[in-house]
């Protein structure tokens, strides 16, 4: 890290803790769908086995049954905070206003961090924006089928529906019925709806209210109390996930090199109003797709 001697050491100190310290304060909602995974290279290549081979009838001689295996490429992005802040104003600040402010970029970054998992899944029916699923699909897409599996029968995590009770069921039904590259069904709780804000009051309904709120004769919800919901505005209006949020591993990879930090600090004795004190944060970061079983999209 580059410090110019010019810059108030307070202020460094306070950018340096201050930075450390919003990370683990902030829970966020993404923390539920998206794992982070750490990278030890310019270009990191992640590999994973399918799953386990299921028992076969032993008939006096062994069978050997393969693993398929998985593999994605991650490539990290630099992403920076850089802030200026100048001395007439740090010298009139009476309050500790500016320097709270410079202690803010850390928490920006989580919240960043945050709205790029979302932004993610809405846009993982298509491979423009986030790339494509390890087969090579879009991470939400009717084409799903692993390569060299027992079953490559293509498997559907997208549907043209509108969010409601009903439809609720008819993904969370088709979702259940996901099977593994051995053809054995996975059976995921599917615990977590994600929902723009557009739709909170139908997600709501289904998520908290006892009662189907679609029928006048007191009809149970069963899905009341066992599912939870997240709203994000990164969303498209009619945009809706159905996740797995209880997995330990998560439909978003976030793949890091370099965790959010001060790089450098330095004054610039030229700026205006007395000169400018600079403070410039870092990180390494890219967002990639995971296992596409953990999460369907309705749409329409």
């Known amino acids: 890290m580059t410090i110019s001697g010019n810059v108030p050491q307070h202020l460094v100190v306070g950018a340096r803790t201050g930075f450390l310290a919003a ?34 009838e032993s008939k006096g001689r062994t069978e050997v ?31 500790g206003q500016l320097d709270r402010k410079i202690r803010s970029a850390g928490e920006n970054f989580q919240r960043w961090i945050n709205n790029q998992v979302f932004q993610a899944l809405n846009d993982g029916d298509a491979t423009t924006n ?42 969370k039904v088709a979702s259940r019925k996901f099977v593994d590259d051995r053809g054995e069904v996975v059976d995921f709780d599917y615990n977590l709806l994600i929902v723009a804000p557009e739709l909170e ?28 919901y997240i709203v994000t505005p990164k969303f498209d209006s009619t945009a809706w996930v159905l996740a797995a ?21 330095w004054f610039d004795p030229n700026g205006p109003e007395g000169g400018m004190n600079y403070f410039k944060f870092f990180a390494r970061y ?15």
Request: net charge negative.
């Open 245 to 265: 949020s209880g997995q330990s591993s998560k439909p978003i990879l976030i793949g890091q090199r370099k965790a959010p930090e001060l790089q450098s600090a």
């Open 201 to 228: 009051r139908i997600a709501a309904q289904i998520c908290k209210n006892a009662d189907a709120y679609d029928t006048g004769n007191r009809e149970m919800n069963p899905y009341a109390g066992i599912t939870s």
């Open 23 to 56: 990370l683990p304060k902030i829970e966020l909602p993404y923390q539920k769908v998206a794992e982070i995974v750490p990278l030890s290279a310019a270009s990191t290549g992640l590999v994973d086995i399918g799953a386990a081979p299921m028992p076969v």
């Open 65 to 95: 049954q393969d693993f398929i295996e998985k593999s994605i490429t991650l490539v990290p992005k630099n992403w920076e905070i850089t802030v200026g802040l100048s001395q007439n104003a740090m010298d009139d600040d009476q309050t």
């Open 130 to 171: 986030f790339g494509a699923c390890y087969d090579g699909a879009a991470f939400f897409a009717a084409t799903h089928a692993d390569k060299g599996a027992d079953y490559t029968t293509a498997q559907d995590n997208v549907s043209a529906l509108a969010l409601s009770i009903d439809n609720f069921e008819t993904v």
């Open 286 to 300: 890219v967002f990639a797709y995971g296992d596409w079983r953990l999460a369907h999209m309705g749409n329409t």
